[in-house]
C-alpha cells in the first residue's frame, strides 16, 4: 500500500504553507481570502485535475493514444448547512487526432483508476466529459 505525507503550518493571519518532499505551496488561509494562493476547495478541485492528468499520462503510453496536450476544467457546487461540497462537474479537453472511441476509452480508463478522482465519486457526485480540442 502507498502512503502519502503533507504537512501544513501557518505564516501569519493571512496564509499558511504545505509541504511535501522537496515542494511547497501557498495556502489561501485568509479569512479574507486571497488571490495569490488556493483556497482550501480550490486546492480540491487542483488535486482531482492533477489525478486525471496523471491518469492520462499513465494510461497513454499503454494505450498508444497520440495526444498534444490536455486541459481539465472544473466546478463545484458547496452547499452551506451543512458546509461541504455536493458535486463536482469536469470537462476534459484533448489536443489529440485520435477517433472519438479512442477519446472514450481514454476517459474510461480516468474514471476508472483515479485514486484521487475514485474517492471524490464514493462520497460526492462526480460528472464530466471528455472532449476534442476545438
Given at each position: 500500500m502507498l502512503e502519502y505525507e503533507v504537512a501544513a503550518h501557518r505564516i501569519d493571519a493571512h496564509g499558511?504553507?504545505?509541504?511535501?518532499?522537496?515542494?511547497?505551496?501557498?495556502?489561501?488561509?485568509?479569512?479574507?481570502?486571497?488571490?495569490?494562493?488556493?483556497?482550501?476547495?480550490e486546492l480540491f478541485l487542483a488535486a482531482i485535475a492533477a489525478c486525471m492528468i496523471k491518469g492520462i499520462e499513465r494510461v497513454t503510453p499503454m494505450l498508444k493514444f497520440e495526444l498534444r496536450g490536455v486541459r481539465v476544467s472544473?466546478?463545484?457546487?458547496?452547499?452551506?448547512?451543512?458546509?461541504?461540497?455536493?458535486?463536482?462537474?469536469?470537462?476534459?479537453?484533448?489536443?489529440?487526432?485520435?477517433?472519438?472511441q479512442r477519446?472514450?476509452?481514454?476517459?474510461?480508463n480516468v474514471r476508472k483508476y483515479g485514486t484521487i478522482s475514485n474517492t471524490v465519486a464514493a462520497a460526492t457526485e462526480l460528472i464530466g466529459t471528455i472532449g476534442r480540442k476545438p
Open positions: 499558511s504553507l504545505a509541504t511535501t518532499k522537496d515542494a511547497e505551496i501557498v495556502l489561501d488561509t485568509d479569512m479574507a481570502g486571497r488571490r495569490d494562493a488556493f483556497n482550501p476547495a472544473l466546478k463545484a457546487v458547496r452547499q452551506d448547512a451543512p458546509p461541504k461540497i455536493i458535486s463536482v462537474h469536469y470537462a476534459i479537453e484533448v489536443d489529440t487526432d485520435e477517433t472519438d477519446l472514450e476509452l481514454l476517459h474510461t
